[in-house]
Protein backbone atom coordinates (compact mmCIF):
# COMPACT_ATOMS: atom_id res chain seq x y z
CA UNK A 1 0.00 0.00 0.00
CA UNK A 2 1.66 3.55 -1.34
CA UNK A 3 0.44 7.01 0.32
CA UNK A 4 -0.81 7.45 -3.89
CA UNK A 5 -3.53 5.39 -2.54
CA UNK A 6 -5.09 7.39 0.07
CA UNK A 7 -7.70 9.82 0.00
CA UNK A 8 -5.83 13.34 -0.10
CA UNK A 9 -8.85 14.85 1.38
CA UNK A 10 -9.22 12.28 4.37
CA UNK A 11 -5.96 12.17 5.76
CA UNK A 12 -6.24 12.21 9.81
CA UNK A 13 -5.02 15.57 11.47
CA UNK A 14 -3.69 13.95 15.04
CA UNK A 15 -2.37 10.56 15.05
CA UNK A 16 -1.52 8.92 18.37
CA UNK A 17 0.43 5.85 19.09
CA UNK A 18 0.92 3.90 22.25
CA UNK A 19 4.16 2.41 20.70
CA UNK A 20 3.77 -1.21 22.63
CA UNK A 21 5.69 -4.50 22.23
CA UNK A 22 9.42 -3.72 22.75
CA UNK A 23 10.15 -5.76 25.31
CA UNK A 24 8.34 -8.89 24.13
CA UNK A 25 9.81 -8.78 20.81
CA UNK A 26 13.26 -8.26 22.19
CA UNK A 27 12.33 -11.31 24.05
CA UNK A 28 11.51 -13.59 21.19
CA UNK A 29 14.67 -12.74 19.56
CA UNK A 30 16.15 -14.08 22.78
CA UNK A 31 17.24 -10.49 23.51
CA UNK A 32 17.27 -8.04 26.71
CA UNK A 33 14.08 -6.10 26.94
CA UNK A 34 15.99 -3.16 26.30
CA UNK A 35 17.32 -4.23 22.86
CA UNK A 36 13.55 -3.46 22.22
CA UNK A 37 13.21 -0.27 22.74
CA UNK A 38 16.43 0.85 20.71
CA UNK A 39 15.14 -1.20 18.00
CA UNK A 40 11.71 0.75 18.49
CA UNK A 41 13.76 3.96 17.35
CA UNK A 42 13.96 2.70 13.57
CA UNK A 43 10.26 2.32 13.53
CA UNK A 44 9.38 6.00 15.48
CA UNK A 45 10.97 7.63 12.94
CA UNK A 46 9.59 5.88 10.17
CA UNK A 47 6.28 6.86 11.54
CA UNK A 48 7.58 10.58 11.75
CA UNK A 49 8.57 10.35 7.96
CA UNK A 50 5.66 8.30 6.98
CA UNK A 51 3.47 11.19 8.32
CA UNK A 52 5.03 14.09 7.11
CA UNK A 53 4.69 12.51 4.07
CA UNK A 54 1.13 11.80 4.40
CA UNK A 55 0.22 15.48 5.55
CA UNK A 56 -0.62 14.59 9.05
CA UNK A 57 -0.38 17.75 11.17
CA UNK A 58 -0.08 16.44 14.36
CA UNK A 59 1.33 13.32 16.11
CA UNK A 60 1.86 12.10 19.27
CA UNK A 61 3.79 9.56 21.05
CA UNK A 62 3.38 7.54 24.53
CA UNK A 63 6.72 7.43 25.54
CA UNK A 64 6.79 6.54 29.16
CA UNK A 65 3.77 6.58 31.20
CA UNK A 66 2.90 7.63 34.97
CA UNK A 67 2.83 4.11 35.77
CA UNK A 68 6.23 2.97 33.60
CA UNK A 69 7.95 3.77 36.85
CA UNK A 70 6.92 0.71 38.37
CA UNK A 71 9.54 -1.35 36.30
CA UNK A 72 12.89 -2.75 37.20
CA UNK A 73 15.20 -0.11 38.46
CA UNK A 74 17.26 -0.54 35.37
CA UNK A 75 14.95 -0.36 32.76
CA UNK A 76 13.50 2.73 33.76
CA UNK A 77 17.08 3.98 33.79
CA UNK A 78 17.42 2.41 30.18
CA UNK A 79 13.98 4.81 29.07
CA UNK A 80 15.44 7.87 31.03
CA UNK A 81 18.61 7.83 28.92
CA UNK A 82 17.56 6.51 26.09
CA UNK A 83 14.76 9.38 25.50
CA UNK A 84 17.03 11.63 26.34
CA UNK A 85 19.98 10.12 23.73
CA UNK A 86 17.38 9.77 20.99
CA UNK A 87 16.76 13.65 21.33
CA UNK A 88 20.39 14.98 21.27
CA UNK A 89 20.83 12.66 17.97
CA UNK A 90 17.47 13.21 16.05
CA UNK A 91 16.49 16.85 17.44
CA UNK A 92 18.42 18.97 14.72
CA UNK A 93 16.89 16.62 12.10
CA UNK A 94 13.39 17.25 13.30
CA UNK A 95 14.50 20.27 12.91
CA UNK A 96 16.02 20.27 9.77
CA UNK A 97 12.65 18.52 8.52
CA UNK A 98 9.97 21.56 9.88
CA UNK A 99 9.11 19.36 12.78
CA UNK A 100 7.42 21.31 16.03
CA UNK A 101 8.42 18.97 19.01
CA UNK A 102 6.20 18.70 22.17
CA UNK A 103 5.91 17.39 25.14
CA UNK A 104 2.87 16.05 27.36
CA UNK A 105 3.42 14.55 31.19
CA UNK A 106 4.13 15.96 34.38
CA UNK A 107 7.31 17.47 35.38
CA UNK A 108 7.62 15.92 38.76
CA UNK A 109 10.64 15.49 40.64
CA UNK A 110 11.03 11.73 39.18
CA UNK A 111 12.34 13.49 35.78
CA UNK A 112 16.13 14.32 35.86
CA UNK A 113 16.29 17.89 35.62
CA UNK A 114 18.81 17.02 32.54
CA UNK A 115 16.18 15.40 30.90
CA UNK A 116 14.07 18.49 31.41
CA UNK A 117 16.50 20.79 30.20
CA UNK A 118 16.65 18.65 27.00
CA UNK A 119 13.25 18.60 26.41
CA UNK A 120 12.89 22.62 26.80
CA UNK A 121 16.01 22.91 24.20
CA UNK A 122 14.15 20.55 21.85
CA UNK A 123 10.82 22.41 22.16
CA UNK A 124 13.03 26.10 21.80
CA UNK A 125 14.61 25.18 19.38
CA UNK A 126 11.44 23.79 16.84
CA UNK A 127 8.51 26.06 18.29
CA UNK A 128 8.65 28.43 15.14
CA UNK A 129 8.56 25.08 12.77
CA UNK A 130 5.08 25.01 10.78
CA UNK A 131 5.24 21.15 9.75
CA UNK A 132 4.37 18.48 11.47
CA UNK A 133 4.15 18.50 15.72
CA UNK A 134 5.40 15.83 17.29
CA UNK A 135 4.59 15.33 20.57
CA UNK A 136 5.81 12.92 22.94
CA UNK A 137 4.32 12.10 26.20
CA UNK A 138 6.66 11.29 29.00
CA UNK A 139 5.74 10.59 32.45
CA UNK A 140 2.10 11.07 30.84
CA UNK A 141 -1.11 9.77 32.50
CA UNK A 142 -4.46 10.26 31.44
CA UNK A 143 -5.49 10.81 34.60
CA UNK A 144 -3.08 12.67 36.10
CA UNK A 145 -3.56 15.15 33.04
CA UNK A 146 -7.34 15.72 34.11
CA UNK A 147 -6.22 16.38 38.05
CA UNK A 148 -3.25 18.81 37.11
CA UNK A 149 -6.35 20.83 35.12
CA UNK A 150 -8.70 20.45 37.58
CA UNK A 151 -6.07 21.78 40.19
CA UNK A 152 -5.39 24.45 37.91
CA UNK A 153 -9.02 25.44 37.72
CA UNK A 154 -9.69 25.58 41.66
CA UNK A 155 -6.49 27.15 42.35
CA UNK A 156 -7.95 29.81 40.09
CA UNK A 157 -10.57 30.08 42.02
CA UNK A 158 -13.42 29.47 39.16
CA UNK A 159 -17.12 28.92 40.24
CA UNK A 160 -18.47 26.08 39.83
CA UNK A 161 -21.00 26.42 37.42
CA UNK A 162 -18.95 28.36 34.73
CA UNK A 163 -16.75 25.02 34.44
CA UNK A 164 -17.59 23.86 30.75
CA UNK A 165 -15.53 21.11 28.73
CA UNK A 166 -13.83 23.62 26.88
CA UNK A 167 -12.65 25.03 30.60
CA UNK A 168 -11.37 21.69 31.14
CA UNK A 169 -9.82 21.37 27.68
CA UNK A 170 -7.98 24.93 27.95
CA UNK A 171 -6.10 23.33 30.97
CA UNK A 172 -4.67 20.00 29.51
CA UNK A 173 -1.21 19.78 29.32
CA UNK A 174 -1.42 21.28 25.70
CA UNK A 175 -4.59 23.41 24.89
CA UNK A 176 -3.29 23.83 21.10
CA UNK A 177 -3.33 20.00 20.35
CA UNK A 178 -6.58 18.64 18.74
CA UNK A 179 -8.05 15.52 19.59
CA UNK A 180 -6.61 12.21 17.77
CA UNK A 181 -8.74 11.16 14.56
CA UNK A 182 -7.00 7.70 14.75
CA UNK A 183 -5.30 5.92 17.66
CA UNK A 184 -2.95 3.17 17.32
CA UNK A 185 -2.03 0.72 19.61
CA UNK A 186 0.51 -2.39 18.64
CA UNK A 187 1.53 -5.65 20.04
CA UNK A 188 -1.97 -7.14 20.44
CA UNK A 189 -2.90 -5.54 23.07
CA UNK A 190 -6.87 -3.74 23.30
CA UNK A 191 -6.27 -1.29 25.64
CA UNK A 192 -6.11 2.54 26.26
CA UNK A 193 -3.26 2.11 29.52
CA UNK A 194 -4.01 5.82 30.44
CA UNK A 195 -3.10 7.37 27.52
CA UNK A 196 -5.09 10.79 26.55
CA UNK A 197 -8.29 9.65 27.97
CA UNK A 198 -9.56 12.88 27.74
CA UNK A 199 -8.89 13.55 23.95
CA UNK A 200 -9.27 10.57 22.78
CA UNK A 201 -13.34 10.78 23.82
CA UNK A 202 -14.06 10.02 19.66
CA UNK A 203 -11.14 8.76 18.10
CA UNK A 204 -11.37 5.72 15.95
CA UNK A 205 -9.04 3.23 17.52
CA UNK A 206 -7.09 0.66 15.42
CA UNK A 207 -5.10 -2.10 18.06
CA UNK A 208 -2.81 -4.22 15.77
CA UNK A 209 -0.96 -7.45 16.75
CA UNK A 210 2.48 -5.85 15.31
CA UNK A 211 4.93 -5.22 17.70
CA UNK A 212 6.07 -1.82 17.60
CA UNK A 213 9.44 -2.80 16.32
CA UNK A 214 8.06 -4.16 13.34
CA UNK A 215 5.89 -1.14 12.89
CA UNK A 216 7.16 1.30 10.58
CA UNK A 217 5.91 3.39 6.85
CA UNK A 218 3.38 0.64 5.55
CA UNK A 219 2.17 -0.40 8.60
CA UNK A 220 1.26 3.04 8.93
CA UNK A 221 -0.42 3.74 5.54
CA UNK A 222 -2.46 0.81 5.97
CA UNK A 223 -3.71 2.16 9.34
CA UNK A 224 -4.44 5.36 7.39
CA UNK A 225 -5.79 3.81 4.95
CA UNK A 226 -8.27 1.72 7.54
CA UNK A 227 -8.88 5.06 9.13
CA UNK A 228 -10.52 6.13 5.88
CA UNK A 229 -12.83 3.49 5.62
CA UNK A 230 -14.41 4.20 9.07
CA UNK A 231 -17.43 6.07 9.75
CA UNK A 232 -17.44 8.81 12.09
CA UNK A 233 -20.63 9.95 13.64
CA UNK A 234 -19.62 11.84 16.70
CA UNK A 235 -23.36 10.47 18.33
CA UNK A 236 -25.19 11.85 15.75
CA UNK A 237 -27.21 10.18 11.98
CA UNK A 238 -25.33 9.77 8.75
CA UNK A 239 -27.36 12.72 6.24
CA UNK A 240 -26.18 11.11 3.09
CA UNK A 241 -27.40 7.84 1.42
C1 LIG B 1 6.60 -0.17 25.03
O1 LIG B 1 7.08 -1.46 25.03
C2 LIG B 1 7.61 0.83 25.49
C3 LIG B 1 7.36 1.39 26.83
C4 LIG B 1 6.36 1.11 27.62
C5 LIG B 1 8.32 2.35 27.29
P1 LIG B 1 7.04 -2.35 26.33
O2 LIG B 1 8.30 -2.13 27.08
O3 LIG B 1 5.80 -2.12 27.09
O4 LIG B 1 7.05 -3.80 25.72
P2 LIG B 1 6.15 -5.03 26.18
O5 LIG B 1 4.73 -4.55 26.11
O6 LIG B 1 6.57 -5.37 27.55
O7 LIG B 1 6.44 -6.08 25.18
C1 LIG C 1 1.79 1.87 27.62
O1 LIG C 1 2.34 0.60 27.51
C2 LIG C 1 2.85 2.89 27.85
C3 LIG C 1 3.76 3.15 26.74
C4 LIG C 1 3.75 2.59 25.56
C5 LIG C 1 4.76 4.15 27.01
P1 LIG C 1 2.53 -0.38 28.74
O2 LIG C 1 3.23 -1.57 28.21
O3 LIG C 1 3.17 0.33 29.87
O4 LIG C 1 1.03 -0.71 29.16
P2 LIG C 1 0.41 -1.98 29.88
O5 LIG C 1 1.16 -2.16 31.15
O6 LIG C 1 0.59 -3.14 28.96
O7 LIG C 1 -1.04 -1.64 30.06
MG1 LIG D 1 3.93 -2.93 27.02
Avoid at 141 to 169: C, S
Wanted: glycine share 6%; proline share 4%.
Amino acid sequence: MDLDSLDSTRIPRHIACVMDGNGRWAQSQGLPRTEGHKAGEHSLFEVVDAAIDAGVQWLTVYAFSTENWKRPKDEVRFLINFNEEILLRRQDELHARNVRIRFVGRRDWRVPKRLIRRMDESVELTKNNTGLTFTIAFNYGGRAEIVDAVRRIVDRGTPANKINEKTIARELYDPDMPDPDLMIRTSGEYRISNFLLWELAYSELLFTDTPWPEFGRDALIAAIHEYQTRDRRFGGVDTEG
